[in-house]
């Protein structure tokens, strides 16, 4: 039985920011890591263990799914390209939600205890 | 560089879980291909930090792989053991082996290798592990972890047949940690560092044990694997005769018993017949039907007694008198031929219980 975005959340950091990545538009494994990198200004930097493990996770999850399209440079071995689908998006809507929350939270906690 | 790396990441690719490998395994070395490109030029120690990292991943990655194909199986109902008929690889062959000629090899080989040291300036090194590992407590204990190893990958696995030579080591050490053996045998048990239940390991041996199993639990959540072990005997009796095989070395090295230490000039020909025995076990492996499996086994156990017997029995006929008639060459090759009609017996027993069985529960009255 497919995971409730309750059970899902909150996302570890490689998996939020696979998510974020594929937003925009599909990637294959290496743009990923590249886009992931980008993202977090070099903090999250995965290997390519780690990320194929997630990505694997998320596929079964349902979260993301992938496309599979001939190489134009490599004729008889398709590329495959990973993309969000609907409930993924969603969650990753719903975690970006909820750290708004915990953000602005934490903000007006501050400033009041600033003030 | 670059390319040696690539195809070194690809080869332990290549031990992924089937099903995870054919999904993502060439996709994983195209991009880890263009990582290290990438990383090779900003120099040697951020290609080595980087491959360091990669190689650190993989582990949990075989763990997530395992599970993941382990969930596909059960979502197909189609968990089976490695199926006994099929023709096992060489590298099946190899683990298989690893008990068989790993402690007893080296223990063997110990003096020898000692010798040898000061030629290629590693004396200090070899002195070390001598004392400390070689031939003082943690060497069984080394060995007893690797054969647990064995068993929780056999467990992950459904009881493969090469798991049989490990499981026949494990009763050894087992029994020999409830202090059994030195009771009917064998001096040799203490020449090789196993020294009864009086050793605070031996004692213990238990715990490590409980601790592994507890561990394939934990990763499998389910006894299937025993099932599927069960099923494989009931399926191929003969691997009931290698998993006798495996103890089978201990009762042919015994006629070495009482040869003073390991430094002899018989320690080849005790080398000779561990590397009989581990052929037979290749032998067994590789075999595609039940009767070259047993015919493996059988050859080479005949074998190794009929040059144990002679050697020894050679030896002491060379022996002054005063040793006494007991161990006389001829009564040595006497003990030898009524030993090789024991062991013979002793492999064929499953085949013979399990015609027996077949015939018990076959047969029906005719209406």
């Known amino acids: 039985m497919p995971k409730t975005f309750h059970e899902h959340s909150p996302l570890t950091e490689t998996t939020f920011y696979i998510l974020l990545s594929l937003t925009s538009e599909r990637k294959h494994g290496y743009a990923i890591l590249k886009v992931v990198e980008g993202l977090s200004q070099g903090r999250v930097i995965f290997s390519t263990g780690t990320l194929y493990g997630a990505l694997s996770r998320l596929l079964d999850q349902g979260l993301i799914e992938c496309v599979e399209e001939e190489d134009p440079a490599q004729v008889g071995r398709p590329r495959k390209f990973y993309t969000l689908t609907r409930s993924g998006r969603r969650m990753l809507e719903a975690e970006a939600e909820r750290l708004m929350l915990m953000l602005a939270a934490a903000q007006q906690r501050l400033a009041q205890s600033g003030a | ?367």
Not at chain 2, 21 to 39: H, K, P, T, Y
Not at chain 2, 168 to 197: A, C, E, K, N, R
Not at chain 2, 216 to 221: G, I, M, N, Q, R
Request: net charge positive.
């Open chain 2, 1 to 367: 560089m670059q390319k040696l790396l690539v195809r070194f990441y690809a080869w332990l690719l290549y031990r992924l879980p089937a099903g995870f490998r054919d999904e993502f395994a060439g996709e994983m070395e195209q991009v880890f291909a263009r990582r290290i490109l990438e990383v090779e030029l900003r120099g040697r120690w951020s290609l080595l930090r980087q491959f360091v990292l990669e190689l650190l991943a993989l582990p949990g990655l075989w763990l997530l792989a395992y599970q993941r194909q382990r969930r596909v199986l059960k979502m197909t109902g189609s968990i089976v053991p490695e199926l006994p008929d099929r023709q096992a690889s060489w590298a099946a062959a190899f683990v298989a082996v690893f008990p068989l000629v790993g402690y007893i090899g080296l223990v063997l080989l110990a003096d020898p290798l000692r010798h040898f040291m000061p030629v290629v300036g590693l004396t200090a090194l070899f002195d070390f592990l001598w004392v400390n590992v070689i031939r003082a407590e943690p060497m069984p204990m080394i060995f007893y972890l690797l054969l647990l190893a064995g068993l929780l990958l056999a467990w992950l696995k459904g009881f493969p047949c090469w798991s049989f030579t490990y499981l026949s080591w494990l009763v050894i050490f087992l029994i020999s940690g409830m202090g059994i053996i030195p009771v009917f045998t064998s001096p040799y048990l203490q020449q090789i560092g196993l020294t009864g239940f009086k050793d605070p390991f031996l004692r213990r041996i238990w715990i490590p044990l409980i601790l592994t199993l507890l561990l394939a639990l934990l990763f499998d959540h389910s006894s299937k694997p025993l099932r599927s072990l069960w099923l494989g005997l009931r399926k191929d009796w003969t691997l009931a005769s290698f998993a006798l095989f495996g103890i089978l070395e201990f009762m042919v090295l015994s006629f070495f018993d009482e040869v003073p230490g390991p430094q002899t000039a018989l320690v080849f020909w005790q080398l000779v017949v561990v590397a009989l025995l581990a052929v037979g076990a290749v032998g067994y492996i590789r075999a595609r039907v039940k009767v070259g499996r047993l015919a493996a086994l059988l050859g080479s156990a005949a074998l190794s007694i009929a040059l144990s017997a002679s050697v020894t029995a050679y030896h002491w006929q060379n022996y002054p008198k005063s040793y006494g008639p007991v161990i006389e060459g001829s009564s040595t090759l006497l003990s030898g031929l009524l030993f090789l009609i024991v062991v013979i017996l002793f492999l064929l027993a499953p085949a013979l219980l399990s015609a027996a069985m077949n015939r018990l529960f076959t047969s029906r009255p005719v209406a």
